[in-house]
């Protein structure tokens, strides 16, 4: 989700991505709305890690390229240094929230800088189980390093009169996994001399997403104001509970309703996109009983898919 920024027909920024950065007993997301598919209700930010990249520009900058001038060059490990000690500083509860206000404090640090984008992805931790009172129970202190879905966010920030305006900005889920066993199928599409893919009626489907999505208003997406605010792990279970509950005919059928019902839950929304991955296994066997299938992992190359949808989609259905 990076974009290269012209001055005067000229690319020119830097900076510095993979910064890691952790914060432990960060203020919890609290008084989110919930919705039917979820039940996230809030994150309680015991541990909040995340993979942070900034990128500036400035016409200040320029001679550092064409006369080898770094009196204006504010080093990328200073940068580093930084965003580290402002995740100590921020008092919010969300990651989009952050990013506008180191964003925000690099601005003001630093005069030199006319504009600013950074982005990150969260680090995602899960609360281990321990025994309790009343049966396992999750553990307040120790948590697992997950390697599951992850939130994302970016804003660009120009200088204004007075603070900082947000120019651009998006949030997201990415690294969704999901694999439904049955009710999946793929007909009537293009057949001539050069497919060889025979028509499935009852597939196994395995699709990867990202889901990314702006508001309307993209001070919501700082979330100071809770309600107004569209968590990741509600997205995601928008995805998940939309795949259980559809018979779909493609990997293009399930995305547009996914972005239908995550457009219709949060009409602060103004736009939902994708990208996805097709990653459906391969049958081996299908002589078993019932609706049981023997697998195997699809070869190279794989099917990918990317759309993007606004209100304009919407049909006007109610959604219970």
């Keep these: 989700m990076t974009d290269v920024s012209e001055t005067d027909g000229r690319t020119m920024n830097y900076g510095k991505e993979q910064v890691a950065v952790y914060r432990t007993f960060g203020t919890p997301l609290e008084g989110v709305r919930t919705i039917p598919e979820s039940q996230f209700t809030g994150r309680d930010n015991t ?11 400035g016409e200040a900058f320029l001679p550092s390229f064409s006369e080898g001038d770094n009196s204006m060059v504010v080093p990328t490990d200073t940068m580093k240094n930084f965003i580290h000690h402002q995740l100590g500083e921020y008092d919010g509860a969300t990651l989009e929230g952050f990013l506008y206000f180191v964003g925000a404090r690099f ?4 005069s ?41 966010g970016e804003v660009a920030l120009d200088r204004g009169d007075d603070d900082p305006v947000i120019k651009e900005h ?21 057949q001539d001399e050069y497919t060889t893919l025979p028509e499935r009626e009852n597939r196994t489907l395995y699709v990867a997403l990202d889901i990314f999505w702006t508001y309307a208003d993209s001070e919501d997406a700082l979330g100071e104001d809770p309600e107004r605010y569209v968590p990741a792990e509600q ?25 239908e019902r995550t457009l219709e839950r949060f009409p602060q929304l103004e736009s939902v996109s994708f990208e996805a991955n ?21 070869p190279r190359p794989t099917g990918f898919q990317q759309f ?4 304009n989609d919407l049909k006007g259905e109610d959604v219970e």
């Design 47 to 57: 541990i909040f890690g995340a993979e942070v990249r900034v990128q500036v520009e």
């Design 107 to 110: 601005l003001e640090q630093y």
């Design 112 to 152: 030199q800088m006319d504009s600013i984008r950074v982005s990150a992805e969260e680090l995602p931790f899960e609360e281990r189980p321990v025994p309790g009172e009343d049966g396992f129970e999750s553990s307040k202190l120790v948590f697992r390093v997950a390697d599951s879905e992850s939130g994302f």
């Design 170 to 190: 998006t949030s997201g889920v990415t690294g969704i996994e999901l694999v439904k066993v049955k009710d999946n199928s793929f007909v009537g599409y293009v």
């Design 235 to 259: 997205v995601r279970d928008i995805a998940q509970v939309v795949f259980d509950w559809f018979d779909v005919n493609s990997i293009q059928d399930l995305i547009y309703r996914i972005g």
């Design 278 to 298: 097709n990653r459906t296994w391969l049958k081996v066997r299908d002589d078993l009983e019932g609706d049981a299938k023997v697998l195997r992992e699809p």
């Design 308 to 311: 993007s949808m606004d209100r």
